[in-house]
C-alpha cells in the first residue's frame, strides 16, 4: 500500500509540476472534475486511480493535476472541434506521454530493461505519429505557398486588367445603388402627393360643407 501510495505521489506530481511551480489558484469545480476523471478513466485509467490516491494524499497537488488534465481536455476538445482527425492523432500522442511518465515513475529505483523497451517502444511510436503529422502539415503548407504563388503571378502579369474588372464591378454596384435609390425617392414622392391631394380633397369638402 505504501508503495502504492508513493508511486500515485510520485507520478503525479511529475503530471502537475509545471502547474504547481506556477503556483496556480484556478477553482476546478465538481462537474469539471467529474469530466477530467471521465477523461482519464476512458483514455488511462491507471492513471484516473494514481488521481484518486493523490487526492487523499496531497490535495494541493491533486489540485494542480486535475487542472493540468482539464486544460489538456480543452485543448483537445478545441481540436477534436476543427478536426476529427488531428483530434485523433493528438489523443494518441498524449496517451503516449502519459504512459511514458506512468513507467519512468516506476522505475525511480532503477529501470528494468523491460521497462526500457517499453519507453523506447512508446517513443518510437511517438515519433512515427509526429512524422505523419509533420508531413501532412508540410504538404498542406506547400500547397497554400502554390496558391500563394499563383496570386503573386497572377497580380503581376494582370494587374491592371485586374483592377479595371474591380473598377467595373464597383460602379455596376453604384449604378444599380443609384437606381434603387430613385425608385425609393420616386415611390416617396408619389405617396408624398398622394397624401397631399386628399388632405386638400378633405379641406375642400370641409370648406363647401360650411
Do not use: C
Not at 14 to 32: D, G, H, K, M, W
Not at 96 to 103: A, T
Not at 183 to 193: A, E, L, P
Amino acid at each position: 500500500m505504501k508503495a502504492i501510495a508513493f508511486l500515485s505521489l510520485f507520478v503525479l506530481t511529475i503530471y502537475s509540476q509545471q502547474l504547481f511551480a506556477q503556483n496556480v489558484n484556478e477553482e476546478i469545480t465538481p462537474q469539471r472534475e467529474r469530466v477530467v476523471f471521465k477523461f482519464a478513466k476512458q483514455h488511462h485509467a491507471e492513471l484516473a486511480t494514481l488521481l484518486q490516491n493523490l487526492k487523499e494524499m496531497d490535495e494541493k497537488k491533486y489540485d494542480s493535476a486535475i487542472l493540468e488534465l482539464s486544460r489538456t481536455y480543452d485543448r483537445l476538445e478545441r481540436v477534436k472541434a476543427r478536426s476529427q482527425e488531428r483530434f485523433q492523432t493528438d489523443l494518441a500522442l498524449w496517451k503516449i506521454d502519459s504512459r511514458v511518465k506512468l513507467l519512468v515513475a516506476r522505475s525511480i529505483h532503477g529501470m528494468e530493461e523491460e521497462t526500457r523497451e517499453q519507453i523506447q517502444g512508446l517513443l518510437l511510436k511517438r515519433n512515427a505519429i509526429r512524422l505523419d503529422q509533420y508531413t501532412e502539415e508540410r504538404d498542406r503548407l506547400k500547397n497554400r505557398l502554390s496558391r500563394i504563388e499563383e496570386q503573386l503571378e497572377e497580380l503581376k502579369e494582370n494587374g491592371e486588367s485586374l483592377a479595371e474588372q474591380d473598377m467595373e464591378r464597383i460602379l455596376k454596384t453604384v449604378s444599380r445603388l443609384s437606381k434603387n435609390n430613385s425608385k425609393s425617392d420616386s415611390i416617396k414622392k408619389t405617396k408624398t402627393s398622394a397624401v397631399s391631394t386628399k388632405e386638400n380633397s378633405k379641406s375642400t369638402k370641409s370648406s363647401n360643407s360650411k
